[in-house]
């Protein structure tokens, strides 16, 4: 059996995170956790910080249950932290998974006509 793969994007705003994760899903048939719309359910437009680690470490827990299950596994979200990327690849890490991160890189100017 295959380790389950942990799919961690990592980008800017606009980098175009979103359309890649989309795309992962669908061919490899991973579960796709999108932050942004997660946290806009959850919270609406406005949060605060306290509200932003509930989020993370609520969808973390969703993550490494799917992977500890043989789920692949799409997180998007700008992991722009080393520290935030490192967590979760040591708690796939703790369950067999492997990691892989794809980090997406475009232009200012793009990524800001996006965002």
Request: aromatic content about 8%; overall charge positive; proline content about 2%.
């Amino acid at each position: 059996m295959m380790k389950p793969t942990l799919y961690l994007m990592v980008g800017y705003p606009g980098s175009g995170k979103t359309t890649v994760a989309q795309y992962i899903s669908k061919t490899t048939d991973a579960v796709h956790i999108w932050a942004d719309e997660e946290r806009k359910l959850r919270f609406g437009d406005k949060y605060d910080t306290g509200q932003s680690v509930e989020l993370y470490d609520g969808l973390n827990l969703k993550a490494i249950d799917l992977l500890r299950h043989g789920k692949d596994v799409v997180f998007d979200t700008n992991f722009g932290l080393r520290i935030d990327r490192d967590k979760l690849r040591q708690m796939a890490n703790d369950v067999g998974a492997k990691t892989l991160i794809i980090w997406l890189t475009t232009d200012r100017d793009s990524s800001k006509s996006r965002a």
